[in-house]
């Protein structure tokens, strides 16, 4: 795992050289094993290195024969070994046992068709000299991040927005619609970022940059089809499963140094914990997991159940390392807003990071279970989606019976109905929006300040637009809006900028593009079964697994905001608000900010999650206020 930065078509080289040099090492916590800067007179690459395979021959930038292509590479190609092989087969010579040398050698037999050969997660540069040109590429799934701007005819990238920054050229003017976009989703999804002039490359996708006429190229070179269904029955897809499930966490197990795996009290974790154990036993796999005080939010219960289990099947080669986190140390909070480079409010950020930094102290590698739920149906609103047009007849009354609950949380029996009553009463083309919107547009259109005033019509679900979609089903289209959105908005996000702000990697099985294509052309039968979620995951892996796991309910990872909001961050977090620029600068209207703190803080309303939003947004601009350009 590492960091990648570059500039194309600059103007002066030895400067360029020292500003590529200090984006480098603004993301050393990302590759504090080594650094490396090339540059020719068109273009400077610069990586750092977290060191995972090839020790003492991988650094980087790396080239071909000829040295006419030049490469950075963030990540981890699992099939390498047998991409290195072919390439030998057809003449190529290799300098090092890299997995990323393998790219500047497909790149030299196949062009940029090569993609498609690549099995891993991935974010890289590729600058070819003889054609002037540069190739930029992200994974399928959007695991490893890429972030650019233009600067006339020139072209700064960079792995996270601490690198960018270091370019005097950074554009700080704020895009309004991904404020508001933000306020809805606690992400801004790509292409956008919180600066109108900053790109994310976009998952699956590949960006070619000619220097000679200086134009951003951008194409997806993959996606899942959800339209195209097999016709396999359920025992046969349920043993294809667990083989591609297998095969997922096998792959993913090569390494040069110690590593583990994360162990929750949930299905995905479990089940990657289970097989991981199996495969290297007889050496023990170390497991971890953290706790919380507030039961609602605790899993080790679940975890230790798991652990006893794996450990009664292998003979005790599970080592459980277990850690009780107190979430009430609120300079973690703009730490971690610091390292997202932009407002990101997904608060299970806090324990991401946490259990990130206990897992750096025995391991610099582990294993995960993320998305397992956006490809075999995991999330309750799935369920929601596909049930909901049996009642579209009775749309009109749920929002009324919706008052009937009191607001008071999405992890209470009656926040939850609440929720639930409000999306049964949008309009079928609006029920996804409604159900993962955090700030409605008639709360908008109160909070929001003069700033941001011209742009409360800006409808966020428009940005689900240019997605291309495959399925038919409202539940699948859901997964496909959830898999190309809120995964690689989101989910994934948060794992890599809280893993790599530890120096930590992890690696994520259910994400393989084998399993996440075969998963795509399952019927959703197989995926839901009544109420049960995960149906074929569970069926497909009951053997391993306690009833207790495979029955339980789904819990996020999360921490309890209503609570540390109304009790130890309650003077921080209101005077954090307070102190930004928020108000003054317009952002944010201070009355309705007022009736909304003290609905909150009385326990009538549950508030907490725009709250979270505005104090991130507060923090992101305290942060920032002598940068942003107003």
Known sequence: MCSIAGIINFKDIDESRIIAERMSNAMRHRGPDGSGLWSDQNAILAHRRLSIIDLTGGAQPLSNEDHRVQLVFNGEIYNHQLLRSNLEQRGHLFRTASDAEVIVHLYEEYGSDFLNMLHGMFAFALWDSSKQILLLARDRSGQKPLLYFKNGAELVFASEFQGLRCHPAFPTAIDSKAVIDFLSLQYIPSPRSIYRDIHKLPPGSMMIFDAKNPDCNIKRWWQPNYQKKSEIGFNDAVKKTRELVTAAVQKRLMSEVPFGVFLSGGLDSAIVAALMTQMRAPAVTPAFTIGFDDPAYDERSGAKLMADQINRQTGGKLQHFVKNIKVDDFELIPKLVRHFGEPFADASMLPTYLLCAF?????????SGDGADEIFAGYERYLIMNYARRFNLLRGVFPIIGT?????????????????????????????????????????????????????????????????????????????????????????????????????????PFLDHELVEFAASLPLKFKQCGRSRKHILKAAFADLLPKEIINGRKRGFGVPLANLSRGAWENPWRETIQNSPLFPDGWINATTFEKLWQEHQSS?????????????????MEQNKNFIQN
């Open 359 to 367: 897992a750096r102290e025995y391991a610099t590698m582990v294993l």
């Open 404 to 508: 009937l609950f009191p607001d008071s949380g999405e992890r209470t029996h009656s926040g939850r109905l609440r929720r639930l009553c409000r999306v049964l009463g949008a309009s079928p083309d609006n029920r996804y929006a409604t159900m993962i919107d955090r700030c409605p547009s008639s709360l908008k259109t109160s909070l929001t300040g003069e700033r941001l005033r011209d742009f409360t019509e800006h409808n966020f679900a428009d940005i689900f637009c240019p997605v291309v979609l495959t399925a038919t089903n409202p539940a699948e289209l859901a997964m496909e809006m959830d898999f190309h959105t809120y995964l690689p908005g989101d989910i994934l996000p948060k794992v890599d900028i809280a893993s790599m702000a530890t120096s930590l990697e992890v690696r994520s």
């Open 604 to 620: 009538r309303r549950d508030h907490s999650y725009i709250l979270w939003n505005i104090l991130i947004l507060a923090i992101f």
